[in-house]
């Protein structure tokens, strides 16, 4: 569809990524609502591993990719020279495990932008599924090609009809704020997202700009299908190392429907933690938050570990 478009390599630097947005060769322009002629700076990211790709430098990356999101204007100084970058573009779609992606990624520097700057979407296991390719997904990949040549025409200011408009109002004025201080932070801008994706649904297929109640509808129900795995990411940022054995406790639970002989548990799990006594004040701090509880059979006086209402995941 973009057959001139420019993808990013393997591994870079922010300092390679400057470098190229500067340079001439990298200027891309389109038609405003006006008729006027807008220059921007696109970079695309596609890493199928962010683990590789930001290895030279995670911190400078992931300060860089959050500095220059949503600017107009991008300033970075050498000690002789000012680079100066308009309408920089920069995108990533990328792929990690919470381990690493929490461990790279620091805590203040999710709160200080990353987290609601992203979209992070997980997932607890790969599902088995055997590869296809039908005459019905060719179909729907020409379509795709066909309809992402066809949008390169359209731009200028999106129109919202007014029952998506009261919708969205009366959303965005009783939002809840989060107890957690991580996803707080990624409601603080879940709005703009919201707008972002229900454009990006609206532009997918039609040419009139406008945004539906539908549309709205539509991707809020996305985003709360991915709030549901944040804590998956958010549960690790800036928590002791026993984190990682608290949350195999409940996956396990969750693998089983729920429940789980104590006993089993106890053995299943006393590898992951260093001792005994560790893994004691660990299960003890899940009952003691409400996030398990242990039950007991009045039948056969075995005792069940149980992920509680909250916990459970849903068939």
């Known amino acids: 569809a973009v057959p001139d478009i420019v993808f990013s390599g393997d591994n870079e630097t922010y300092q390679g990524i400057i470098k190229y947005m500067a340079d001439d060769s990298s200027t891309r322009f389109y038609k405003n609502d006006k008729g006027g002629v807008v220059s921007y700076k696109p970079y695309c990211i596609f890493a199928t591993e962010l683990m590789g790709f930001l290895e030279l430098n995670p911190v400078a990356m992931v300060n860089f990719l959050t500095t220059v999101y949503g600017l107009k204007h991008y300033e970075y100084k050498l000690k002789n020279e000012t ?20 461990d790279q990624i620091k805590a203040k520097q999710f709160a200080a932008g990353y987290g609601r700057r992203s979209i992070i979407v997980c997932a ?47 959303w965005y004025l009783t939002q809840r704020k989060p107890d957690d201080r991580f996803l707080r932070n990624w409601y603080s801008t879940i709005d703009m997202n919201l707008l ?15 945004v539906t109640l539908d549309h709205m509808k539509f991707v809020w129900g996305q985003l709360q299908e991915v709030e ?43 590898r992951h933690f260093k001792s005994t006594q560790e893994q004691w004040y660990v299960m003890k701090w899940l009952r003691d938050t409400g996030q398990i509880k242990l039950v007991e059979d009045a039948t056969t006086k075995i005792k069940w570990y149980v992920l509680t209402p909250q916990e459970k995941k849903e068939n």
């Open 83 to 102: 680079i100066s970058i308009e309408n920089p573009y920069v995108m990533m779609c990328s792929a990690s495990v919470p381990e690493w992606l929490t």
């Open 124 to 170: 607890e296991e790969e599902p088995h599924k055997w590869p296809t390719f039908t005459p019905e997904h060719e179909l729907a990949r020409i379509k795709c090609v066909e309809r992402l040549k066809q949008i390169q025409n359209i731009s200028g200011q999106m129109i919202v009809t007014p029952d998506a408009f009261a919708w969205f109002k009366n």
């Open 196 to 210: 972002k994706l229900a454009t990006l649904t609206s532009i997918s297929e039609r040419d009139d700009k406008v």
């Open 228 to 270: 549901k795995q944040l804590p998956m990411v958010t549960e690790r940022l800036g928590r002791s190392e026993t984190i990682e054995p608290a949350l195999d406790v409940k996956l396990i639970l969750t693998h089983h429907g729920g429940q789980y002989p104590e006993k089993q548990l106890l053995m299943d799990t006393g």
